[in-house]
Structure formats: C-alpha cells, structure tokens
C-alpha cells in the first residue's frame, strides 16, 4: 500500500475479517457490512460502508482467468498478460514458497480507472504520518476510500486542520487472505517486471502480517519483491530495463531519504515556525531540482516527476513506511537457509515486543548495511551529491 510505482503503490486492507468457513460467499458480504456497522461509532460508519459496498463491488465483478483467456473476444494483448499472471503465481508458489492459493486467479473489469484513492497526512512539521486504527488490521498510516470524491473531501478536510496530504490512486491492495483477491484492470497492462513485483509484494503480506504495523509489513514486503525479481526475470530472460528501472528507484529513493535527513533537524530545532517553513522549503525545492537534473538522461525523466513536484512531509513519511527497513529484511534473508526459514524468522520477529523488533530490524539494518554495497549507480551517486550541496 515498495515504492512499487511511483504512483502510490499503497493499498488499503479491508478491516473486517469474517469467518468465512461458515458464511457464504453471498451472505458473507451482507454480514461484512452488518458486523461493520455495529463495531463502529457514529463517525466512522459511512467510511466502513463505503468500504464494505467497494469491495462487495470488486468481488462480485470477478471472473476466473481461465475463462477469459479463452473466450475469443478476449482482447489478444489482455489475454497475454493474463497467462503472464499465471506464470508470476506459479513461480511465486514453487519457487518462493508464496501461499498462492486461489489469489489473481481471477480478473475484474473496473468501473474506474484506480479501484481504492488513498489518503495520507503529516503534520506541516514532523514525518511521523497521522495514523488510523481498525478492527483486525490494526492501525495503518493510510485512509483508502473507493470513491475518488469521498478521499477528495477527506484530504480537504485534513489539510484544513493544517498537514501536509498525499492524495493518490491505488492500482492494488490486499485483503490479506480473507478473500481471493483478482488481478484488476488497473495493473494488468503493467510491463512484466512491474507486474510481478506487484504480485510478489501482495502474496506477501499473505504470508506474514503483523498488525498495527505498517512500517514492518510494506517493508517485508517490498524485500520479498526486490529479492525475489532478479530470479524471476532471469528466468524469463528480462534484464536489460530491469536493471535500468532499479538504478532509478534507487536514485529517487536516495533523493527522498536525504531530504527526509535535512528536515528532522529542522523539525526538531527551536526556531520559529516560520523560519522552519522557511528552510522546510528550501529543502523541497532541492528535492525537486535534484530529480529534474539526474532524470535529464533517463529513458523516461518523467516516471517519477508528478510524485517528486508534490513531496511534503506526507509523502517523505510514505518512503519510510515501504522502504526504510527493507536493509534489515534483506539481511535476515541472507541469514536464513531458505524462504520458509526466512518467513520463519520474519514472524518471529514481528512477534517480539515493539521495542525490542525495532532493536532487532536496526541491528539487522546495519549489518546490511556494512556486508553490503548499495547498486554502483551513476544516478544514485549524482543523487546524494546534489542533495548534500548547500543543504541547510
């Protein structure tokens, strides 16, 4: 919910869970709704609805690949990338022990273009986002709604009471296991490295999710994707742009951290609001210039750009929730004999206590960080060096 896009790859998980061993796959959607309501105060009942009716929407539209790869009418480059869907599930449950199940085994046609807006928010001077708490799921740094204008209005209202918002489409999410979700219209014409990384980050959260954790899971997630990705493509014999495509992530993901590093101390310094405004700016206009000057020779300089010109304290904080402890998953994986021994381990240290999983995913951060080398990047270095002159 990986910066997998750069077009917010965030995901909203629906906060209900129901026993769906007793319920049937009808009645299981009505009762979705009723225990909804009943669990929720005056003030959150219409949020629940909207999310209970948008994704009663999803499900019922879905239809079995299968199906539609076969039936003639089928447009020939959708049927393609479908039986592409086919072959990421296969390789994610043989070769990554991913508990595939019936998960985008099925397809859906959405009404819109995105099936979920999200909004995030960040008061004008921290990085520590707002946060919302639901039934099951825990808290997330993240509002998903299935209607553009219900998030329209929520980030109006957020930004009146004076944080920075990040309002933007969300191509997939998960409902962690409670349903099989499908392959959506919006990410299926995605090219095959994006694609797969997107279904590897989502069949992860199947496998491990620890609640009231965003931070942890998008992280864990996001290294089972970018570990699991360079083995996929070599067996498909895709490298070239993939290797490209990584260069860049890494370059914006360096720009983004360096912003977030010269901020913090201004955040935290006595000095007026409005000299921290001040210098808050100056910082993003960096950022923004940053990008502009090492995208000038990319294949595409405009990839990243609608995302860079908006980044404020609400975007800078959604960096850290998918990226800032994916060192430390990587360096747990390196340590474990095997992916379920890794899964293994990932659970385990979700199940200690705060304080001591984040003394743990530090320690595992710094030994990554030490055994190893960040991609040799041209980009990646033009990134550090540009942001580092004349900073604040």
């Known amino acids: 919910m990986a910066l997998h896009k750069k077009e917010n790859r965030t995901k909203v998980y629906i906060s209900i869970g129901v026993l769906k061993s007793v319920l049937s796959p009808h009645s299981r959607h009505i009762w979705l709704l009723v225990i909804t309501l009943f669990l929720c105060g005056c003030e959150t009942v219409g949020y629940y609805a909207q999310a209970a009716a948008g994704q009663w929407r999803i499900l019922s539209a879905r239809q079995p690949i299968e199906k539609v790869v076969q039936e003639p009418d089928t447009d020939e480059k959708l049927r393609r990338q479908l039986m592409l869907v086919q072959e990421i599930r296969a390789y994610a449950a043989q070769q990554l022990d991913l508990p ?85 219209s919006s990410f299926v014409n995605w090219p095959p490295e994006r694609l797969a990384g997107l279904l590897f980050h989502e069949l992860a959260h199947r496998r491990v999710y620890i609640s009231g954790d965003t931070q942890f899971n998008e992280s864990f997630a996001t290294a089972v994707s970018e570990i699991a990705l360079p083995g996929w493509l070599a067996s498909q014999g895709l490298t070239g742009s993939a290797t ?38 100056l910082v993003l206009a960096r950022l923004r210039q940053c990008y502009r000057k090492i995208s000038e020779d990319w294949p595409n300089p405009t990839r990243y750009q609608a995302y860079i010109e908006k980044a404020n304290n609400a975007t800078l904080a959604l960096v850290a929730e998918y990226e800032s402890l994916v060192p430390a998953f990587k360096q747990l994986y390196l340590e474990s004999d095997s992916w379920e021994a890794f899964y293994n381990a990932t659970q385990w240290v979700g199940e200690m206590d705060k304080n001591d999983r984040e003394q743990k995913l530090h320690q595992l951060s710094e030994e990554y960080s030490l055994s190893n080398s960040v991609i040799n990047a041209q980009s990646t270095f033009e990134a550090k060096t540009c942001m580092t002159v004349n900073s604040p």
């Open 244 to 281: 490209q495509a990584r260069a860049e992530t890494m370059a914006v993901r360096q720009l983004m951290n360096m912003a977030r590093k010269q901020l913090k101390p201004i955040y935290n310094s006595s000095e007026s609001d409005s000299l921290k405004l001040e210098q808050k700016n």
């Open 100 to 184: 595939v199940g019936e998960a985008y085994s099925s397809y859906v046609q959405l009404e819109d273009q995105y099936p979920i807006w999200n909004v995030l928010a960040a008061p004008e001077f921290s990085l520590t986002p707002k946060r919302w708490c639901y039934p099951v799921a825990g808290c997330a740094s993240y509002r998903g709604y299935f209607r553009k204008s219900a998030a329209i209005a929520k980030a109006n209202s957020l930004r009146a009471q004076g944080y920075d918002i990040y309002l933007g489409p969300v191509p997939a999410y998960s409902t962690l296991g409670w349903f099989d979700d499908p392959v959506l």
